[in-house]
Structure formats: structure tokens, C-alpha cells
């Protein structure tokens, strides 16, 4: 770590070792202490196998081949290593893996790392402690039916002998990985660290400041670059003067970034580029670019103009997607309900901004970065440097956030692209102006809903349409159409039991570049549903939570075999994921009692949504007082079924944060479009929900021994219907186009 100066910025971590603070156990990459199992292979410690490797002095070290964001995912995956291979959780050393496809995917999105990965870590520790107790018999001359792992050691049954991890540890590195399918794991009443509640790793180097985040990388020698990007996705510089910003003291020169061709996909966006010694004489320099930019085609994209495109085209007839029995020919006005729900464009606005550092020679290109997928990074680097991903060495430092940001490699690529032009280690940083008008934007939507009850009340018939800019059109130019895997979030796959349905989308062309941002479809789906089936049980007389019990029906699992859709199930298979109407209908119950132990008073109300997604269950419940215009969210209740549970401590947190993030979205989140360029700049026109707007939030935690589903997204898209919902019950209007600002204070 280089000393600051007095123009860089200092960081939170660096102020607290002003004062003496001192940085916890575990060190990242920024601090060059970057670990992999095979690196730690070749030192004292023996691999056993690929996350796992121990040492002489009987520490486990355990690889986490995910990104931390806050999530807790270096603790969960090694909770699950731990836990099989039966190691003593304070002898535990977690190593954060180096991008490399030996791993398998690292791509930490999608809310897939336990899920994913539940069943293959606990094969890796299985394997571990299987060559452990064999490397004990071969030493004690025993039959290995005799011997069994247990708090770090293994044991002879019979004589009562014990030798330590540690000493086992050469021995058994020796031995061949044991088959796959010859591995016995350990029943789930045996669990010693799955479902346990544990502290995440991280906590005391980050409470004390000494953990690595993307932008503590400090390398000797180092540049630092801010780029001015182009206003409207797609011009170009025609001309500049860098006259004026060679003249700021600590700027060495201004580079040309180089043009993206065809989609926007991971390229850098183009623009300039300002190298300097130091942070704040690159931020001066950009300031004083004198630049001339390109006629773009989106030049004229105006975003309040564009959505009532959208509107309109969701109530004409669209591209069916699912369809189960005959829609009417007629639908009775006096029985027929309709209604538009629209979200704006949204932006991931993480704590942290994208930063990397890269550092390019003859072998290769080493970049360190808060990214969520070293594995893209490498493949998206290599690509632009024109060398093999082999030569792509990546250091994953923590993420102060992430939220699907990270997932896109562009900052990365534009620092390794700098360092190569300049022969120097170089740093890009965004700022958080940079990201809110650069980064990638959650699409903006609209969904018409149309249903039709019968004379007892009951839905006979529904018709759905949504229409966004597909994220597939960051890709591929041209896309206009939402792919079925952006539809089965939330819209095409909610198990509806009805005589007649059918969900149909519209074309949608993109204007910026479109990203997968926390829950992703789910947000605007949630809303249009969740909604929705609120008006029917008002137009009905019932209570929410008995509408979709009606609309649900009976227990059963849903494949939608005969509706004219294949289910991808978030790439799940259904015999293990099933879409299961029954965990659905639990879930309401239980909320309805919830609810029910804090009843409403005058000018409060209750609002309710349920939601499945990322393979999880959740429903949310919200409670808000109406005085006039005036807004304040009292409490929120979040109930999840995720399956099987391995830190519930870290499932709580997550659902809590995805409460204050639903609500921020719903109630404050807006990206707007002038003339081609993002309106808003930081935090003050984009903002996010303070402490004083924040509600009382209890969770709770279905008991279940199903398999293990999402949780870092799954708590997020009912929240925001919940919450309009409530605002209905408490004597309020229905608001269908959020977020509530326009509308309310709060």
C-alpha cells in the first residue's frame, strides 16, 4: 500500500488507520496477500482438493470461488465446506479465489451460489475428510471402517487414538481423489454449520477499515483515470482540445479510448481518457476536456414520451407467450377490470462505484477489481488486449455493493486497455456521477392487465401483456423483443389456475444500455401482478391474500407443460425446484396471521404481495399511516421459504436489505432521458431511502429441508405492491406508475 497524499482522497479505511485501527484476519487482494488453493499447494499447506487446503499448523483454508458484495457468500460456502469435512470453524482461513475456470462458474449473480453450489461443496468437503480418515487408517494400520472425522481430527473408534488435521495433512494430500459417487455426506440432522447463524469472516476487517475494496488497490507506480464518456450512448468524439487539462498539475496526458463497435455488450463505452498521478488531478483534468461529440440515433430519446409509447402499445395485442384455455369474446364492462402499471428506469446506485486496477507486461494483463465475475473479466480483457485468457490473471476485492452492476466487466476492460496504452499500472474509477449516467440501467416498463369475473365474482379469464427493452439488446443489435427467460421473471411463470389466460409482450426498442439489476423482471412484474389481483379482491370483496389463494388454486406443482411455454425454472430442474402452489399458500397463512398481530388504525392499512422467484418464496407485508399526502411506512413484514437455510443471520440481513431496496425503488427510484442524456447526477436527485423513512422490519424464515433456493433477490419484487397496496387500504389511491414521489411526501 502506497501512502496517500494530500490531493487523493482519503477512504474510510485510511482515516481509521490514522487512529490506529488496525485491519482484521483476512486480507484480499488489494494488500497483495491474494490466495489460491494452488498457490497455498505450493507452500506449506497441502490441497486436498481444489477449495480446500491445509496447513502445518492445522488451519483449514477454504476457498471461496464467489465475490462478497455483503451478502455473506465467504461465509456460507465455507460453512458448507466446514461442515462436511468436519472442521472446527475457528481454525477456518477463508481464501478468496482468483478468477480461473477451474472453479466452474464464478459468476456471483442471479442468486445462485448456494443453490448452485450447495451440492458440490458438500462433496468437496465429503472428499476431503473421506482422504483425511484414509491417510489415518494407512497410519494406524487400521480398517478405514474404524476411523471417523470429528472436530478436526480423525479418530480411531476402538483404541481412541486422534491425530489432528494438521498432521494428517501430508498423507492424505498424497492420496487420489476419491470418486464422486463412493462419497457418503452427512444427513441433515447432523449439520454442525449449515443453519447455523455466523458472523460473516469479514466483519472485523471491515468494521476496523482494513478490508480491500475496489478502489484501496494501490500499485507502485500507479496512474489514475477518469474517462469522459459519451452523453448519449453511441457518439463519438469528433473533436477536442486537452489544452486546458495538461495544464492541471499531476495530469500527464489524455488518451483516446477506443470506439465500441456493434452492441454495447462489456466494451468500454469510447470517449477520453485523463491520466494523472493522482485522483483529483484526473477528476480537474476531465473537468476542463473541451470535447465535441457525435449526432447519436438515440439523440432524441426522451423517457417520459417514450413510456407512453409503451403504454400504448401494451393495450393492443402483442406476441403470445402463455396461453391456457379460450379467452372471451366478449368482456362485460360491468364485470371487466383493467389497469396499466409502469416503472421507470432504474440504477443500481451501489455504495461503491466500479473501479479496477490492471497492470499489463509481455506476460499478460493482472487486474484487481470489485467485480461479481472474474471469469468474463478475463474472457472480455483478453478479447481487447488481443492475448489469451490464460494470461488474464484477476484478483476479486470486496464490493461495497454489487447488485448486478459488477456482473459487467467494462471498468475492468477500460483499465487494462489504459495500462497497456500507457506502460503504467492504472486505476480506473467511476464516480458516482459516472455511474448513475454511464452505468447500466434496469429497463423501463409497462404492463396491461384485463380480467373478467363471472357473476359469482370469481376470475374467469385474464389477458397480461409487458413490454420493456430487453437486456438482450446490450448484446445483440436490434433486439426489441423480450427473450422468454426476461418474461418467465415474474409474468409468464406465476401459477395461476384460471379457465382462460394469456400473457403477451410487446417489441420495445433499447435507447441505453440495458442491465440485470437485483431481482432483474421480477421488479416491474411483481408490481403489474401484485397489484392487479389487489383491484380483484377490492372489485370482489375479499381480502388480498384470498384473491390469490383463489387465483392460485388448489396445492399441486406447476409445470406449464400444456400452456404453450417451455419453463426454464431460473435453470433449475423442476423435480428439485418445483413450482409448488403449496409453499405459495403456506406462505399466505402465515402472513395473514403476521398481519394480524398488529392491526390497523385509522388512516393505516395493511398491503400484501406474494411472490416466487429465484426458485424461493416470499411474501411481504407492509403497513403505512396516510395523512393527506404524507406517506410514512410504519412496518414491513418479509417471510421467506428459501429451502434449506445455511446462515440464517446472513438470509435475515438479506431480506432486510431487500426490503429497504424495494422501497427505495419504489418509492424514490426514477432515471429519467432528455434529449439522449441521463437527468439525474448522484445521490441528491437519485435518492435512496433514509433511516427516517425506514419501517420496523421483522422477518422470518420458513422452516423447510427443500432444497436450497435464492436469497439475495427473491425479497425485493413484492415489496413495492405490497407497498402501494397499502396506501389503498389506508383510504389512499391506487398508484400504478411509481415511484411514489411524484405523487406523495414521504
Excluded at 74 to 91: F, H, N, S, V
Excluded at 126 to 133: G, K, P, S, T
Excluded at 237 to 246: P, S
Amino acid at each position: 500500500m502506497s501512502h496517500f497524499t494530500a490531493v487523493e482522497n482519503f477512504s474510510r479505511r485510511d482515516v481509521l488507520k490514522l487512529f490506529g485501527a488496525t485491519g482484521g484476519a483476512l486480507v484480499l487482494g488489494a494488500s497483495g496477500v491474494s490466495w489460491s488453493p494452488m498457490s497455498l499447494a505450493r507452500g506449506e499447506e497441502q490441497r486436498l482438493n481444489l477449495f480446500i487446503a491445509i496447513g502445518e499448523d492445522n488451519q483449514v483454508y477454504l476457498t471461496c470461488h464467489r465475490s462478497e458484495m455483503g451478502q455473506g457468500i465467504r461465509t456460507g460456502i465455507p460453512q458448507i465446506l466446514a461442515d462436511e469435512l468436519e472442521a472446527d470453524w475457528d481454525k477456518v482461513v477463508v481464501v478468496q479465489a482468483l478468477g480461473d475456470k477451474a472453479y466452474g462458474s464464478q459468476n456471483t449473480d442471479g442468486s445462485r451460489s448456494i443453490r448452485k453450489g450447495f451440492d458440490k461443496m458438500r462433496q468437496m468437503g465429503a472428499m476431503a475428510r473421506h482422504m483425511l480418515e484414509q491417510a489415518a487408517a494407512a497410519r494406524w494400520q487400521v480398517p478405514l471402517s474404524e476411523v471417523y472425522a470429528k472436530a478436526h481430527k480423525v479418530h480411531h473408534r476402538p483404541s481412541g487414538k486422534a491425530l489432528s488435521f494438521g498432521e494428517l495433512a501430508t498423507a492424505a494430500a498424497a492420496l487420489p481423489l476419491p470418486a464422486e459417487d463412493s462419497l457418503k455426506l452427512k444427513s441433515a440432522d447432523n449439520f454442525s454449520q449449515i443453519g447455523q447463524p455466523r458472523t460473516i469472516v469479514d466483519m472485523d476487517a471491515i468494521l476496523s477499515g482494513g478490508a480491500g475494496y475496489g478502489f484501496d488497490t494501490r500499485l507502485e507506480g500507479m496512474r489514475y483515470a477518469v474517462i469522459a464518456r459519451p452523453p448519449v450512448l453511441g457518439s463519438k468524439v469528433e473533436k477536442f482540445d486537452a489544452g486546458a487539462a495538461l495544464k492541471i498539475p499531476g495530469v500527464l496526458e489524455v488518451v483516446a479510448m477506443p470506439e465500441p463497435r456493434g452492441a454495447p455488450a462489456f466494451q468500454p463505452l469510447g470517449g477520453l481518457a485523463v491520466i494523472a498521478t493522482n485522483s483529483w488531478s484526473a477528476l480537474e483534468g476531465r473537468k476542463a476536456l473541451q470535447i465535441h461529440w457525435s449526432h447519436s440515433s438515440h439523440q432524441s430519446h426522451d423517457s417520459d414520451s417514450f413510456l407512453k409509447t409503451l403504454v400504448e402499445r401494451v393495450q393492443q395485442p402483442g406476441k403470445v407467450r402463455r396461453e391456457l384455455g379460450q379467452q372471451p369474446d366478449n368482456w362485460p364492462a360491468e364485470r371487466s377490470l383493467s389497469a396499466v402499471y409502469t416503472v421507470p428506469y432504474l440504477a443500481h446506485a451501489m455504495m461503491e462505484p466500479p473501479a479496477a486496477t490492471a497492470r499489463v507486461d509481455e506476460q499478460g494483463c493482472e487486474i484487481w477489481a470489485c467485480t461479481q465475475t472474474p471469469q468474463s473479466t478475463q474472457g472480455t480483457v483478453a478479447e481487447l488486449l488481443g492475448i489469451s485468457e490464460e494470461q488474464v490473471k484477476v484478483h476479486v476485492t470486496l464490493l461495497g455493493g454489487g447488485f448486478g452492476r459488477k456482473s459487467k466487466p467494462d471498468f475492468s476492460a477500460e483499465a487494462a486497455w489504459l495500462a497497456k496504452q500507457t506502460g503504467k499500472p492504472v486505476k480506473v474509477f467511476w464516480s458516482r456521477e459516472d455511474e448513475l449516467q454511464h452505468g447500466y440501467l434496469h429497463a423501463i416498463s409497462a404492463q396491461y392487465y384485463r380480467a373478467c369475473l363471472d357473476e359469482q365474482g370469481k376470475v374467469a379469464a385474464l389477458l397480461a401483456r409487458s413490454g420493456f427493452p430487453s437486456i438482450s439488446s446490450t448484446f445483440t443489435e436490434g433486439v426489441e423483443d423480450p427473450s422468454d427467460s426476461e418474461l418467465q421473471l415474474g409474468f409468464t411463470d406465476v401459477p395461476l389456475a384460471l379457465p382462460a389466460l394469456r400473457c403477451e409482450s410487446v417489441r420495445a426498442e433499447a435507447h441505453t444500455r440495458i442491465g440485470w439489476l437485483r431481482s432483474v423482471c421480477n421488479i416491474q412484474h411483481a408490481f403489474g401482478i401484485g397489484s392487479f389481483v389487489d383491484e380483484l379482491a377490492l372489485a370482489s370483496g375479499k381480502s388480498c391474500p384470498q384473491m390469490w389463494r383463489e387465483l392460485l388454486g388448489q396445492p399441486r406443482q406447476e409445470t406449464f407443460a400444456n400452456q404453450g411455454m417451455k419453463y426454464g425454472n431460473y435453470g433449475e430442474d423442476l423435480q428439485r425446484h418445483p413450482v409448488d402452489v403449496g409453499r405459495y399458500l403456506k406462505l399466505i397463512d402465515l402472513m395473514e396471521q403476521a398481519m394480524a398481530q398488529s392491526p390497523a388504525q385509522a388512516g393505516e392499512g395493511w398491503g400484501f404481495a406474494v411472490h416466487r422467484s429465484f426458485v424461493s418464496y416470499v411474501a411481504v407485508a407492509i403497513k403505512v399511516k396516510l395523512d393527506g399526502k404524507k406517506l410514512t411506512v410504519l412496518e414491513a413484514i418479509s417471510a421467506m421459504d428459501a429451502g434449506t437455510v445455511v446462515n440464517p443471520d446472513r438470509v435475515a440481513a438479506q431480506q432486510e436489505g431487500a426490503v429497504i431496496f424495494g422501497l427505495s425503488l419504489a418509492m424514490l427510484g426514477e432515471i429519467g432521458f432528455k434529449d439522449g442524456q441521463v437527468v439525474q447526477s448522484n445521490f441528491h436527485d437519485y435518492p435512496l431511502l433514509r433511516l427516517p423513512q425506514c419501517p420496523a422490519i421483522r422477518t422470518i424464515l420458513v422452516p423447510s429441508g427443500a432444497a436450497p433456493g435464492g436469497v439475495g433477490e427473491p425479497g425485493v419484487p413484492p415489496v413495492a405492491p405490497a407497498l402501494t397496496n397499502a396506501i389503498v387500504a389506508a383510504g389512499g389511491e391506487r398508484y400504478r406508475d411509481l415511484p411514489l414521489s411524484k405523487h406523495l411526501t414521504l
